[in-house]
């Protein structure tokens, strides 16, 4: 089922209630001016980085998933870690388990959003089977009590705290409003949208892009390593298509 986003309170009320949409979309969307961080980004890198990546991203997907394990160690080893690029992740709920997943990861402190965030990606398969089956709470609480989240007492209160709801429907309607995000991964690199296709879907792909934007500050080249084929890289769901989560 596709959000209604016409205004913030049906951004609100469809995250809160945690309605499909899709995955995939066929358009590079706008492109414009950098990206603002705000208070609620999960940001790492230099501030003075020559390149910003904005990733739109649910824990969810398996394109997410394999962006994450497979691409983006590489590209903050290359690019993040040496100042050359800050990357900022942003939530992007687009089925049933992610907002409970996200507001989890909130409720553990930015300084382990990102502890949490690779938990969810590396729990990934367990976490929708558990929707599925109607035991997303449990599963959810394991990953949390590995994050300061101990108590059932504790995960509840996260659960139920509605200022960590409404700043994802402030993400979620910025991310479609301004930039108009309907898939993830999306990537908004130096304020020009990108979807996972192309450049964006391998190592080298991604890494030939950034030096082209880093000009004479690219990193020297490194020799040639083994690749997946980016055809071997999850492809996105189609708008419409059933992601194989429900709603409890």
């Known amino acids: 089922m596709i959000m209604n986003l016409l205004s913030r309170r049906s951004a609100l009320a469809a995250v809160s209630a945690v309605l499909l949409v899709a995955c995939g979309a066929k358009t590079d969307g706008p492109a414009g001016e950098m990206p603002a961080i705000t208070a609620g980004d999960h940001v790492i890198g230099s501030d003075t980085a020559k390149v910003t990546i904005v990733e739109y991203a649910s824990p969810t997907c398996p394109a997410c998933k394999y962006f994450h394990d497979e691409i983006q160690p590489e590209l903050i080893k290359k690019y993040v870690d040496t100042g050359k690029v800050k990357f900022v992740f942003r939530e992007y709920p687009i089925?049933?388990?992610?907002?409970?997943?996200?507001?989890?990861?909130?409720?553990?402190?930015?300084?382990?959003?990102?502890?949490?965030?690779?938990?969810?990606?590396?729990?990934?398969?367990?976490?929708?089977?558990?929707?599925?089956?109607?035991?997303?709470?449990?599963?959810?609480?394991?990953?949390?009590?590995?994050?300061?989240?101990?108590?059932?007492?504790?995960?509840?209160?996260?659960?139920?705290?509605?200022?960590?709801?409404?700043?994802?429907?402030?993400?979620?309607?910025?991310?479609?409003?301004?930039?108009?995000?309907?898939?993830?991964?999306?990537?908004?690199?130096?304020?020009?949208?990108?979807?996972?296709?192309?450049?964006?879907r391998s190592v080298e792909g991604f890494s030939k892009y950034l030096d082209s934007l880093l000009g004479d500050d690219a990193p020297a080249a490194e020799p040639a390593e083994a690749v997946a084929p980016a055809d071997e890289a999850p492809q996105p769901t189609e708008a419409g298509e059933d992601a194989g989560v429900t709603e409890e």
């Not at 969810?120 to 989240?149: C, D, Y």
């Open 95 to 200: 089925h049933e388990p992610d907002v409970p997943a996200y507001v989890m990861a909130a409720c553990a402190g930015e300084g382990k959003f990102f502890d949490v965030l690779d938990d969810l990606f590396a729990n990934q398969v367990g976490v929708v089977t558990a929707a599925q089956n109607g035991t997303l709470k449990p599963a959810l609480q394991t990953i949390g009590k590995r994050h300061g989240i101990e108590t059932e007492a504790q995960f509840d209160a996260c659960m139920s705290n509605r200022d960590y709801r409404t700043a994802l429907a402030d993400k979620f309607q910025v991310a479609t409003e301004k930039w108009e995000v309907n898939s993830t991964p999306t990537f908004i690199v130096n304020g020009k949208k990108h979807l996972f296709e192309n450049e964006t």
